[in-house]
């Protein structure tokens, strides 16, 4: 008998064939295999948020040629929040692969960075900045006191939510979102939820989850500005 072209996709990549014959032929809500499969699809998000939504800014950015829109202050707030966990990586003497999405998260970050600035004219600062930061990577990752590094680490969530709450302030003073990347603030929306998702499951403080839980909220409201300014802009243009 062929096999279905739906199961072809499901079961390898979404649930085991023992859960595709619980949901899907014998219909039954099988609540292991449901929690299985959100658990997978929070995953796919969460991994597509970390590989592709600081790139998408980028090449937006590098598409327009202007940054117009972007606060400054947010992603360089960002750029600390990927940094931390690199840091951390450095001074523990961790494995490329435990902590490599992390770098290259810092290092796109670190260009939306520069691009920002030398779009404003700033360029000699920009190339400056990116110098000092890699030099002050390197000293904190390999000489900094545990302290500062374990400082760093626990700081790095309530940066990332700062920065968001900056650029949703900013967006909302401007009047439009410039050049923030509808595709990158809808894929840090879905990766925010499926972290949310992920910590509910797991046995955690609850300010932690709580933390993660605000940082989802924040991502959705610039999801809900990106929409709602780009709806108005139509209307204006007709």
């Known amino acids: 008998m062929a096999t279905s072209p739906v199961k072809e996709f499901l079961v390898p990549y979404l649930m085991p064939a023992k859960c595709y014959e619980e949901l899907f032929v014998n219909f039954h809500l099988h609540v292991p295999c449901i929690k299985f499969v959100l658990n997978k699809t929070a995953g796919f998000w969460i991994l597509l948020d970390t590989f592709l939504?600081?790139?998408?800014?980028?090449?937006?950015?590098?598409?327009?040629?202007?940054?117009?829109?972007?606060?400054?202050?947010s992603v360089l707030l960002q750029l600390y929040a990927f940094s931390c966990p690199v840091v951390y990586a450095l001074a523990n003497s961790l494995p490329l692969f435990a902590w490599g999405e992390r770098l290259f998260m810092l290092v796109q970050t670190a260009a939306i960075v520069f691009l920002i600035l030398h779009y404003r004219g700033d360029t000699l600062t920009g190339m400056l900045f990116l110098l000092a930061y890699s030099g002050l990577i390197f000293l904190l990752g390999f000489h900094a006191a545990a302290a500062v590094v374990s400082v760093m680490q626990s700081s790095s969530l309530a940066a990332l939510i700062t920065s968001k709450v900056l650029q949703a302030g900013t967006n909302y003073y401007n009047g439009h979102t410039g050049q923030l990347s509808t595709l990158s603030v809808f894929l840090s929306c879905a990766g925010s939820l499926g972290v949310v998702f992920v910590s509910l499951q797991e046995t955690e403080g609850s300010v932690a989850t709580l933390s993660r839980i605000l940082s989802a909220g924040v991502s959705c409201v610039l999801l809900a500005q990106v929409l709602c300014y780009k709806s108005s802009s139509k209307k204006k243009r007709e």
């Open 53 to 73: 939504a600081q790139l998408l800014q980028l090449v937006k950015i590098l598409w327009r040629r202007n940054a117009e829109g972007l606060s400054l202050t």
